[in-house]
C-alpha cells in the first residue's frame, strides 16, 4: 500500500491505495470516491464514456460541485491512465465556470494533496483503480 502524507485542515485527501480503491483517513473507499472540501464520499461511477454531470451527485442527492464558493475545478482521475470524458461532459463542467483536469486516478489522488497543501478549493472525483 502506498502512503500519502496528509496535513490536517485543509480537506480530505487520499492517504492510501486498498486493492482498486482509495484510503481516505481509516476508510477504505473500493468503488472510487468523490472528495469536495468537506467530505468524502462512495463513489460507483459509470463507464467513463457516459459520464454526466448528474454522476457527480453524492449522498443525499446533492451536487459535489454546489459549494460556495464553487471550486476552482474538477479533478477527475480517470482509473489507471489517463482517458479523455466525453465532450459533453467537459461543455458542463465549463458551463459552470468550472476547469477540468482529467489524469489517472493515482496521479489525480496526488495532485489533490499538493493543491489541498496549497489551499485551493477543489473537488475531486476518482475512478477506481484496476
Known amino acids: 500500500m502506498v502512503k500519502l502524507r496528509r496535513e490536517e485542515g485543509e480537506g480530505p485527501q487520499v492517504t492510501g491505495f486498498s486493492g482498486t480503491g482509495f484510503k481516505v483517513r481509516d476508510v477504505v ?3 472510487g470516491v468523490i472528495l ?3 467530505e468524502a464520499r462512495d ?6 464514456e457516459a459520464l454526466s454531470m448528474a454522476d457527480l451527485r453524492i449522498g443525499d442527492g446533492s451536487d459535489a460541485l454546489a459549494s460556495d464558493p464553487p471550486p476552482e475545478f ?3 482521475g480517470t ?3 489517463l482517458v479523455q470524458p466525453p465532450a459533453k461532459f467537459r461543455r458542463e463542467i465549463e458551463a459552470l465556470g468550472i476547469g477540468l483536469e482529467a489524469m ?5 489522488a ?4 499538493v493543491l489541498r497543501a496549497e489551499e485551493r478549493w477543489i473537488v475531486a472525483a476518482l475512478y477506481p483503480l484496476g
Open 29 to 31: 473507499f473500493p468503488n
Open 36 to 38: 469536495t472540501q468537506a
Open 43 to 48: 463513489w460507483s461511477p459509470p463507464p467513463l
Open 74 to 76: 474538477l479533478l477527475l
Open 79 to 81: 482509473g489507471d491512465a
Open 104 to 108: 489517472d486516478s493515482r496521479a489525480a
Open 110 to 113: 496526488r495532485t489533490l494533496a
